[in-house]
């Protein structure tokens, strides 16, 4: 899984206010894939699907692996434009692992790993998290459209992500500013049309083709992260079409779109804090200092350093606009070998302010080759045609200086990241529909954890209100998305296996204690 989102419809797709329990208003059985449909789709959601092997050749790695396990992909076709269904078309790509059993066979699970990132690729690594359950259902991974093989948006970006930091000073805040319009006037010169049709409704639309396709009449889903706001807006727009659902760190609403990151800066200088205390209690091992206070001076010297001269580390200039992001993707866990990767990191980059130069680790060597170069850069502009095409975000520069400067006092390190601008303030297309309103009855599982520093604990909260007869286990643990992560808490594991095996929710919510072995 990877680091680290028209007003017209056709008839017949118009969106609920409100969702309904999976148990009601649902077709009879057979009828979504049976049933002629009056508004021009039943095409898609009719057409036979030719499985075949998944490797495109031999250096795709995925297909290989997707093959190696036994399962089989597809290419879905879908409208382009909803509104317009004899017009373009694209395809959706799909892998799927049948059930093998022992035990009947529980339906199709389709599976969103977020990001927005590709999922098709998880299959096979969800049936060993799921347990007994992961045999008895068809699991099923979707590339969402812009992503992976289902109309990639690439748009040749030099950079495999949109997020950096506003820095230390109006200089990196203006050199932000051009990094964030450059990335947006690259994606200006392709394709418009498809650009205009990105979003996470049009994903959710194309879910349900996918359904359709597969002749069935409902499917359980299981989302993680951006897949839990993709999880609930397809329920919103096709209530009774979710079996069990599975809500595993869920993004609040409300908040999802450009500035997806605000508000998030609170809980990372929590983690940020912990991960000093751990460290400077290992001071032998890494030199960063001896108390929580003197690694966390360590680290906003570094990042003063960066701010007047970028470190060299290996063949990569490491600014302040880069350094907070290393540090905000190295805070979503707090098992000991991720909190000892980013001590590593922070010891090479110490060395590299003291002695001008430093190599890096194997872990920050890849992590800078994604953040500094355009190797993987088809995934931060798919990635953010997705978020852009959500909500539209405001192009006032000054005002996300001001905003940066509000939040600086009180989150020196984070606030600059999560309160500055993004390609999206320059994006070249305009939101086609409004958001989703998310809200009604949805009896899903909910996994959040306290110290999340992604999709906070506070947007789990949010999301369980709007979603009546919903459950929520509660982890207290800085991770993110523990049950997808395979977090080592046996309680959340068999809590969700168990409601996926037997699709009884629990009675009431729950807290798991934690069970990570206790730490020096």
Known sequence: MAAGMAAGMAAGMAVGAAMVTAAAAVPAAGASAAAPRQDGLGRFYHQPLRWKACALGEDDQVGKDLDKAGARCADVTVPLDYARPDGRTLTVAISRLRASGPGPRLGTMIINGGGPGPAIDMPPYMRGVMGEAGSRYDLVGLDPRSLGRSAPVDCGWPAGTWIRSAGEDRRSFDRSVAFARDLAARCAGKDQELLRHISTRNIARDIDVVRGALGERKVSYNGASYGTYLGSVYATMFPGRLDRVLLDSSVDPAEWGPGLLAGGEDANDRALGDWAA?????????????????????????LAKAGREPLSVGRFKVDDGTLPLVLFDNLGDDEDAARASLAESAGVFRKAAAEGSAEPTKDLEEELTFLLTGVEGFYGSGQSAIVCGDRAADGDVEG????????????????????????????????????????????????????????????????????????MITLPANVHAPYQRGYPNRCVRDRVNDYLLTGRLPARDLTCAPEAPARS
Do not use: I
């Open 400 to 471: 996300y200086w001001r905003a940066v400067q509000r939040h600086r006092a009180k989150s020196p390190v984070f606030g600059p990241l999560t309160y500055n601008v993004n390609p999206c303030a320059f994006w070249p297309v305009k939101p086609a529909e409004p958001a989703t309103e998310v809200g009604g009855r949805l009896p899903a599982l909910m996994v959040a954890a306290t110290g999340d520093t992604r999709t906070t604990y506070e947007a789990n909260e949010a999301l369980h209100r709007l979603l009546g007869d919903s459950r």
């Open 278 to 302: 751990w460290t400077a209690r290992r001071h032998a091992s890494y030199g960063l200092g001896d108390t929580r206070e003197a690694v966390l001076a360590t680290v906003r010297g570094l």
